[in-house]
Structures are given as C-alpha cells and as structure tokens.
C-alpha cells in the first residue's frame, strides 16, 4: 500500500442505508438554511384583536350595538298615583311652614306693639309725675297773680309773664285746667268740700273753686277743690 489515503464514499450510502432501514431523512444543508429564515409577518397572539375593539368601547361617547351608551340605564316609570300624593304631602308641609310663619309674625307684632305702649305708659306716668310736683309752684304763682293785680303800688308786670309762660308751657305738653264756677258738680272731677242746699231743685253745680284740678293727657292728676250749691 501507498502512503496515499484512497478517497471515502460520499454520504448518501448512508442515507440510502437509512431510507431502507424506514426511517425519514434528516434535514439536509439546504432545507435547513431555509428553514432557519425569519418570517417578516408578526405572529397574532389569542386576544390581541379583541383590545382595540375593548378599548375603542371604553371610549366617551362610544355607543353599544343597539346605539345605546354602555352602561346606561333605562329610566324608571313614572306613577302618576304616587306623584301626585307626593305633590300633595309638600303641598300640605308648605301650608304648615306659612301658618306657623304668620302666627309667629303676628306674635312678634302684638309684642312689638305692647312694648311700644308699656313705654310710652312709663314716660307718661313720669311726665305725669313731674307736673303733679309742679301744681303747687303754679298754684302759689296764681295765687300771687290775684293779690297784685288789683294792688296799684306793684308791678306785676314780670310775675305775671313768668305765669303766664309756665301756663302755657304745661298746657302745651297736655295739662288741662279743671273746675269753673257753674259748671256740673262731677264726683270723678270735683272734690267737695262744702255743700250748701239749693231752693231751685236743679242739680248740684259748682259755686266756689277752692283749688282748681287738673288733667294731663286726658288722665286725672288733680280734682279741684270746691264749694257744691244744690
């Protein structure tokens, strides 16, 4: 023998010797370069085409198939019977609030009006007050005014304007001057002190005023003091 190998047999004895022996032939150089070639066109993964259409459904605004929005209920009945004795029952509760509103309101003016006399009472009673202290003063002053009037050697000239303005001072606040001679002797206005019998059968009349009476707002202060004939 040479040094020289003799060449070997190519391999398709031995896929010859497979395909008698039943079994499939292994992938060759060729198919298996082919089969190692990507796909360009991605695989659908189960679902994915589902997720636009969910999410296109969440959208606002987006409507189902029967064109009504997701989710939407429908309106409930409406019963006349039950609305109209709903109707009535607020009708009523309103009628309640406004009686009880006017009787409140026409509480609070009969206070405000009670109060308005109550105070008007106190400053009257005060004011009444006030010229019953003053009677004696004026008295005194009137009693002066006929002593110097028919006395020549005194000028009453200033007492007599000092009385007079007092006079007319209290009577522009109210004071009335009570008891004249011949006027209807009145139990309620005259204090008799004296009664002379009368011949004529008339009723009692009043013959001297002692001390006139007054009246301040239509209210008694004083009755005059008098002499009753009758």
Do not use: C, W
Not at 136 to 153: K, M, R, S, T, Y
């Amino acid at each position: 023998m040479s040094g020289v190998e003799e060449p070997r047999e190519p391999t398709v004895l031995a896929t010859e010797e497979v395909a008698q022996a039943g079994g499939s032939p292994g992938p060759t150089a060729d198919t298996a370069s082919h089969e190692a070639v990507p796909d360009p066109t991605p695989a659908t993964e189960p679902g994915a085409a589902a997720a636009p259409a969910a999410a296109r459904a969440e959208e606002p605004g987006a409507k189902g198939p029967g064109g009504e929005e997701p989710g939407a209920e429908e309106p409930a009945e409406v019963d006349p019977a039950r609305l109209a004795e709903q109707l009535a029952v607020v009708q009523r509760e309103r009628d309640e609030y406004l009686d009880a509103l006017r009787r409140l309101q026409a509480d609070f003016e009969n206070y405000r009006k009670r109060i308005q006399r109550q105070q008007e009472d106190v400053i009257l009673r005060a004011m009444e007050r006030l010229v019953a202290a003053m009677l004696p003063a004026l008295d005194a002053f009137e009693l002066a005014e006929e002593h110097l009037v028919g006395d020549e050697a005194v000028s009453p000239g200033g007492l007599l304007q000092a009385v007079a303005l007092l006079r007319d001072t209290l009577a522009k606040e109210g004071l009335e001057r009570i008891g004249a001679v011949g006027d209807a002797f009145d139990p309620t206005a005259h204090e008799a002190v004296e009664h002379a019998p009368d011949g004529d059968g008339q009723g009692p009349v009043v013959e001297v005023v002692l001390r006139p009476g007054y009246r301040f707002q239509g209210r008694m202060v004083r009755p005059a003091m008098v002499k009753v004939r009758g």
